[in-house]
């Protein structure tokens, strides 16, 4: 089975959606923190030490620590990460749904998948570029870890995205497409 063979099978309307001022601020701001990311690594990779911290424990201290090496596989899944869900975002026919996407309901409710997977992307990519800075100033005595918070601000604004989507992808579940 071909890909686009794949593709074709599902029963969902297929639409070719342009992005909405919204979601093109999303998508450019995931790069921004992809880029930021790899700047932090790169700007500061020659002042690094042979060891830095490679995990945080609850509490945000580093707990195990490894060859700065190890910075570039913190950076390369991320690097992974974003772009394959910002092209999974082309394809919302594709995703899960809360309810029966139809002819009448199948823009709204892609237009919001995409939305949310924008967001989700943007929440893991900024949170990869927080630990790699966290993750350099431990390593140059600039900080003693993860701010404790942080696991807090992260469950939090990853929470809320779900509940917020989940609630509007139930309230438009009947909602005829736009003219």
Known sequence: MSLIS???????PVLKLAWTPLQTILAIAGLVGTGLMLGILL??????????????????????WGSKQSLFFLAGVGLVLYPVMLVLSR???LYNYLVTITETNAEKQYTMAITFMLTMANIVIWMF????WQTV?????ESRGLEP??????????FVSIVVY????????DVPPRK
Do not use: C
């Open 149 to 158: 918070q942080f696991l807090y601000v992260i469950l939090f604004a990853a």
């Open 43 to 64: 700007t500061y990779w020659p002042q690094l030490p042979a060891e830095v911290p490679t995990h945080f424990n609850f509490s945000g201290t580093p707990d195990s």
């Open 129 to 132: 570029a927080y630990i790699m």
């Open 91 to 93: 394809f919302p026919h």
């Open 137 to 141: 100033r431990v390593a140059l005595g």
């Open 6 to 12: 794949f593709f074709k099978k599902s029963k969902r």
């Open 166 to 173: 989940f609630i509007a992808s139930l309230r438009a579940r």
